[in-house]
């Protein structure tokens, strides 16, 4: 469908720029990165926090391990994109997207009062929500099937038509 093609590279517009920003500009990123990880190390309860989980998210990477971490993740962001809008593997790519942008939305969970200003809160919660927004949209395009039927149903058709013929 003609739709098709004109959306997907609309929609996977964002995510290459945004891949593409963290791979050109990776500091901030990676300070967010950093904060994200810090605030979700501190809502864990003690128990988990002292256990093999807080362990691994209690490790401490080195400045240009995290930035390396966050501009693999910018490649992929907008490696998936770029496929996506190429119609390359759109399921995949879509699924992929879906994915990748759940760490965008962890490392903009809203932070506890006080530590930050109104206006930082407020683009907090506005890359928040777009987060969201861009990933249930990556998971409506992984769920396209294009008109043709998915593998389920194509087993349960099979399994029909076999039994008919036993």
């Known amino acids: 469908m003609l739709l098709r093609r004109v959306v997907r590279p609309l929609f996977a517009s964002w995510f290459v720029s945004e891949g593409l920003d963290v791979v050109r500009h990776p500091s901030s990123h990676a300070a967010e990165a950093r904060g994200a990880l810090t605030t979700l190390l501190d809502r864990l309860p003690a128990p988990v926090r ?73 683009a907090r919660r506005e890359r928040f929500v777009r987060a969201l927004a861009f990933t249930a949209g990556a998971i409506l395009a992984a769920a396209d099937y294009e008109g043709r039927p998915g593998v389920a149903w194509r087993v349960h058709r099979a399994r029909l038509v076999r039994s008919k013929a036993d």
């Open 50 to 122: 002292q256990g093999p989980a807080g362990e691994v998210l209690g490790y401490e990477l080195s400045d240009r391990q995290l930035t390396t971490v966050v501009q693999v993740h910018g490649v992929a962001l907008a490696g998936a994109g770029i496929l996506l809008s190429m119609n390359k593997a759109p399921r995949t790519a879509a699924l992929a997207l879906a994915a990748l942008t759940a760490p965008l939305v962890l490392v903009n969970l809203p932070r506890r009062r006080g530590t930050e200003s109104k206006a930082e809160r407020q």
